[in-house]
């Protein structure tokens, strides 16, 4: 098979659903990635991007995987972006991964990221023994979990402050953990309503220091952040020097197309926004 060179301009949500599927009475989400040549992490995103996007439009957070690596290859320049996506969809929503048809290159990068991030690597010949091997995990679905608040509405009114001088909303994330899709609605619920009050669009100015947004938040989280910043953003500029969550938003704003705008600190920050300002009334 020859190999396809993996852009995001290729990578269209009709392509890629052809290569999503769902085995509804199994619970398995197949993945294919055969044939696909990824140069870099533009494409890893759009891919996974879209993978949480279709497991998150099931209403099921808690599927098998069945991974095609038929032919696929993963360029040095995408690898990180590929272990760390696959990392976070595997920590959101696997009950058990399996593998399978994969190249020796590929083979020695997944068994190295096996060997220091502590995962059973399951790297198997063919579709057929891959499925066996899946039919020999348990299921750890359950019935419909309602997760209860993890932050107080006055804990999140707290974090909240707008700044009309200024014309800034300033939001601080920082020592904050979405836990789930529960804590990212209840924040921006609130922050549209307090919006809604004032009747305008502000600039975002946003603290993610030692802010914590685990796997099973961030489709959530990415889909009510891009829905705000469209209904009610001048610009948006964010700081969390050398955070985890700093290299995730880096990362999904590849794919995203939106510009991250982090900075190392608030000085920075408010620095850029009055910058965007000049820009808006020049």
């Known amino acids: 098979m020859p190999q396809l060179a993996a852009t995001s301009t290729r990578l269209s949500d009709d392509f890629l659903d052809a290569r999503i599927a769902f085995l509804e009475d199994e619970a398995i989400m197949e993945a294919d990635f055969s044939g696909l040549h990824f140069t870099g992490s533009r494409a890893v995103n759009r891919f996974y991007d879209r993978i949480e996007e ?3 439009e099931t209403g099921e957070d808690k599927w098998f995987f069945l991974v095609n690596y038929s ?6 320049e995408a690898w ?5 996506r696959g990392r976070a969809l595997n920590l959101a929503y696997s ?3 399996v593998r399978f048809d994969v190249s020796e290159v590929t083979r020695a990068q997944i068994e190295r990221s096996a060997g220091t991030e502590n995962f059973d690597a399951n790297l ?24 209860q608040p993890s932050h107080s509405p006055d804990e999140i009114r707290r974090r909240i402050s707008f700044r009309p001088d200024a014309v800034v909303m300033e939001v601080d994330f920082s020592d904050f953990t979405f836990a789930n899709a529960r804590d990212v609605d209840d924040v921006y619920d609130h922050i549209e309503d307090r919006i809604r009050e004032t009747d305008r669009k502000w600039f975002f100015l946003v603290n993610y220091e030692n802010c914590r947004i685990e796997p099973a ?13 469209l209904a009610a953003s001048l610009g948006s500029v964010r700081y969390a020097p050398g955070s985890e969550t700093e290299a ?5 704003s590849e794919s995203q197309d939106f ?14 926004i009055a910058e965007m300002r000049a820009e808006a009334e020049a």
């Open 54 to 56: 279709r497991i998150a």
């Open 71 to 76: 032919d696929n290859r993963i360029d040095p």
């Open 80 to 84: 990180i972006a590929f272990a760390r």
């Open 95 to 97: 009950m058990g991964t």
């Open 124 to 147: 198997l010949p063919d579709r057929e023994s891959a499925l066996a091997r899946l039919k020999t995990f348990q299921s750890t679905r359950q019935r419909k979990i309602v997760h």
């Open 217 to 229: 938040a961030w489709v959530r989280y990415a889909s009510r952040g891009k829905r705000l910043n």
């Open 248 to 252: 995730d938003i880096r990362l999904r």
């Open 259 to 272: 510009e991250p705008n982090i900075r190392n600190t608030r000085e920075e920050a408010l620095e850029r």
